[in-house]
């Protein structure tokens, strides 16, 4: 019987902190399981391997990551209450107690946490930006906007918290670009891996139909309504075969994408199979001959994780990923616009039905091992 991975959630009665002398990996909250929670996951199995005692710090954790770890993890929660600056002060707070019991220095992720390094003056930390605010936010707020005080103040706070890190990491280099644009900074560049490794030779699959996987939040700036439209355009359907597309992932448009699937009349060869388990996941990779990832983001680890699994890719050239994925033939990068990814869609699907697709070798691919271990050489833990 398969033993249940051990598990420590200090502070699910009040506010908690890190012990003297352990490496820290701060996130100012967890609210659900995604991306970035994997990477500190990773980051944290790591420093598990080089015996350096760690714990992940933040405001609050409400979906008790260390139930997700593999290898025992403590999470600390700050707990900070109050309007405005309680928790950029909490965190200034946090930092100074650190640097006092003689902690090595921490690591800060997300923007947000260079917003409130700013916003409070903090000192000694170090800083990693996997999305820029254009990412989070890709569409402007209009200049006459009342808000646009509040977001020249945030601007400016955050560039004041990117400058104020010892070490400044990110994803890709065009993120790193952006950085050095927007606040005078580049990063330090450490390509991510996925989560498992690759397997020695592609799956068994259904010859007679394809089927297609889509693993993203299902918001609009995941732009599933690309794939359900290209997939149902009248001038693709006589030539794109017997499909089947796989969408797993919860999130706000759920039903609106169920609807589109019903009105373009593809929705008895759509699956949306909600939140899976790692398992059903595995599944899922294993069966689909072709990943799709329409999206603008600053990496895509799906990618990187479905060629593990040797499943063809097409993604956006506004996927960060696409940085290191260009030149291989299991890879279509689509140049921006609906219409570019629809052509790169059904490129794919008449690519894959070509004799010995899956039997040619894979790309070189990076591993989340090596990113762990080039992230902990970089901060000097």
């Given amino acids: 019987?398969?033993?249940?991975?051990?598990?420590?959630?200090?502070?699910?009665?009040?506010?908690?902190?890190?012990?003297?002398?352990?490496?820290?990996?701060?996130?100012?909250?967890?609210?659900?399981f995604g991306g970035e929670e994997r990477v500190i996951l990773a980051l944290s199995e790591g420093l598990h391997a080089r015996g350096l005692p760690h714990s992940v710090l933040c405001y609050r954790d409400h979906i008790h990551l260390a139930r997700h770890a593999r290898l025992p993890l403590r999470v600390h929660?700050?707990?900070?209450?109050?309007?405005?600056?309680?928790?950029?002060?909490?965190?200034?707070?946090?930092?100074?107690?650190?640097?006092?019991?003689?902690?090595?220095?921490?690591?800060?992720?997300?923007?947000?946490s260079a917003l409130h390094a700013g916003l409070s003056g903090a000192r000694r930390y170090h800083l990693r930006i996997p999305d820029t605010y254009s990412l989070l936010t890709p569409t402007p707020t209009p200049f006459w906007d009342p808000l646009?005080?509040?977001?020249?103040?945030?601007?400016?706070?955050?560039?004041?918290?990117?400058?104020?890190?010892?070490?400044?990491?990110?994803?890709?280099?065009?993120?790193?670009?952006?950085?050095?644009?927007?606040?005078?900074?580049?990063?330090?560049?450490?390509?991510?891996?996925?989560?498992?490794?690759?397997?020695?030779?592609?799956?068994?699959r259904s010859q007679a139909v394809v089927h297609l996987l889509s693993v993203c939040r299902l918001q609009a700036s995941k732009r599933v309504d690309w794939m359900l439209?290209?997939?149902?355009?009248?001038?693709g359907q006589r030539?794109?075969?017997?499909?089947?597309?796989?969408?797993?992932?919860?999130?706000?448009?759920?039903?609106?994408?169920?609807?589109?699937?019903?009105?373009?009349?593809?929705?008895?060869?759509?699956?949306?199979?909600?939140?899976?388990?790692d398992e059903?996941?595995?599944?899922?990779?294993?069966?689909?001959?072709?990943?799709?990832?329409?999206?603008?983001?600053?990496?895509?680890?799906?990618?990187?994780?479905?060629?593990?699994?040797?499943?063809?890719?097409?993604?956006?050239?506004?996927?960060g990923v696409s940085e290191?994925?260009?030149?291989?033939?299991?890879?279509?990068?689509?140049?921006s616009g609906e219409r570019a990814f629809a052509s790169a869609l059904r490129a794919m699907l008449r690519r894959v039905r070509e004799d010995g697709f899956f039997a040619q070798p894979l790309p070189e691919l990076p591993n989340m091992q090596a990113w762990a271990n080039g992230v902990i050489e970089t901060l000097g833990w």
Avoid: C
């Avoid at 200090?10 to 352990?22: M, T």
């Avoid at 990496?299 to 890719?313: D, N, Q, T």
């Fill in 324 to 335: 290191i994925l260009e030149g291989t033939p299991w890879v279509l990068i689509a140049e």
């Fill in 229 to 235: 439209r290209a997939l149902a355009q009248e001038d």
């Fill in 148 to 204: 646009d005080l509040r977001l020249t103040l945030r601007d400016h706070a955050t560039g004041r918290g990117v400058r104020g890190a010892e070490q400044l990491l990110t994803n890709t280099e065009a993120l790193s670009r952006e950085l050095g644009q927007l606040y005078g900074r580049p990063a330090r560049v450490h390509y991510l891996g996925g989560h498992g490794s690759t397997a020695a030779q592609a799956p068994a």
């Fill in 239 to 277: 030539d794109l075969g017997d499909w089947r597309l796989h969408v797993a992932g919860a999130g706000p448009q759920r039903d609106a994408l169920q609807a589109l699937a019903l009105q373009l009349g593809i929705h008895d060869r759509v699956s949306f199979h909600g939140f899976v388990s």
């Fill in 1 to 32: 019987m398969k033993a249940e991975p051990a598990f420590i959630h200090p502070g699910a009665g009040g506010p908690s902190f890190p012990a003297a002398g352990e490496v820290v990996i701060f996130q100012p909250e967890f609210v659900e």
């Fill in 77 to 112: 929660q700050l707990r900070p209450s109050g309007p405005g600056l309680a928790r950029p002060l909490a965190l200034r707070a946090a930092l100074r107690r650190l640097h006092a019991m003689g902690s090595p220095t921490p690591v800060l992720f997300n923007i947000q």
């Fill in 280 to 319: 059903q996941l595995e599944a899922l990779y294993r069966q689909a001959h072709i990943f799709l990832m329409p999206a603008r983001q600053g990496f895509g680890l799906p990618a990187i994780e479905a060629l593990y699994r040797h499943s063809a890719v097409v993604l956006n050239r506004e996927s």
